[in-house]
């Protein structure tokens, strides 16, 4: 259950440095400042085998292949989340499966001269 939670708590990390409104700013310097990091911060799964990697080092009794591929599960759970997230923040904003914003704008137009 420990191990669990552990993980949970790991995707939640990783979600909160790519999206979180309390990084932007963080995010949007290190984007300025450096291509390759700038990607990899703003990457759930990127960060989420360093995160995963990093954690297994310190907490688990794992040896090194183990302590990688936890990373890759942590990486690979993180980028799921991360899309379940973004396709759920989509149908909360009314943008999945509707119409774009030039077909809303014509579908107006179109009204406006009836």
Excluded: H, P, Q
Aim: proline share 0%; aromatic share 14%; hydrophobic share 50%.
């Amino acid at each position: 259950m420990l191990l669990l939670v552990e993980i949970f708590g790991l995707v939640g990390i990783v979600i909160i440095i790519t999206n979180a409104y309390i990084f932007e700013s963080i995010r949007l310097w290190i984007i300025e400042k450096s291509d390759f990091f700038g990607i990899f911060i703003s990457c759930s799964m990127c960060i989420g085998f360093w995160i995963g990697l990093g954690y297994s080092f310190i907490n688990k009794d794992f040896n090194l292949i183990e302590k990688i591929l936890f990373g890759g599960f942590i990486s690979i759970l993180a980028y799921l989340t991360d899309l379940i997230l973004n396709l759920i923040e989509k149908i909360i904003n009314g943008l999945w499966m509707s119409e774009t914003e030039e077909d809303k704008k014509d579908t107006e137009n179109k009204n406006d001269a009836r």
